[in-house]
């Protein structure tokens, strides 16, 4: 069983910045990526960032690219997510997953995650 702990979210202006971490632990589990999405209210999972440890390879959603950016630490089962130049509609509960197996789907695919943590509040104000 693998535990997510999101933190690092919170209330900011227009422009500001935030940088959320992710910490997996738990019992034998292995980590082949790890990955951000957000939801807002109403709104549909959006993929935000993700990394697959085996080649280093970080992808981004359009919508962040250029503003947010992922790093991690194998060795720490942790990735970061620094959020600048936020916008009111970076708004949403982000969510930290981590690909313990393939499922069959690419990175930017909620499916390919099989754990997920609970999710932080990050709210832009204009």
């Known amino acids: 069983q693998v535990q997510l702990v999101e933190s690092g979210g919170g209330l900011v202006q227009a422009g500001g910045s935030l940088r959320l971490s992710c910490a997996a632990s738990?019992?034998?589990?292995?980590?082949?990526?790890m990955g951000w999405f957000r939801q807002a209210p109403g709104k549909e999972r959006e993929f935000v960032a993700a990394?697959?440890?085996?080649?280093?390879?970080?992808y981004y959603g359009d919508s962040v690219k250029g503003r947010f950016t992922l790093s991690g630490d194998n060795a720490k089962n942790t990735v970061y997510l620094q959020m600048n130049n936020l916008k009111p509609e970076d708004t949403a509960v982000y969510y930290c997953a981590i690909q313990s197996a393939f499922q069959g789907f690419g990175l930017r695919e909620f499916r390919a995650y099989d754990s997920w943590g609970l999710g932080t509040q990050v709210t832009v104000s204009s």
């Open positions: 738990g019992r034998r589990f292995s980590t082949y990526a």
């Open positions: 990394l697959r440890w085996s080649s280093g390879n970080i």
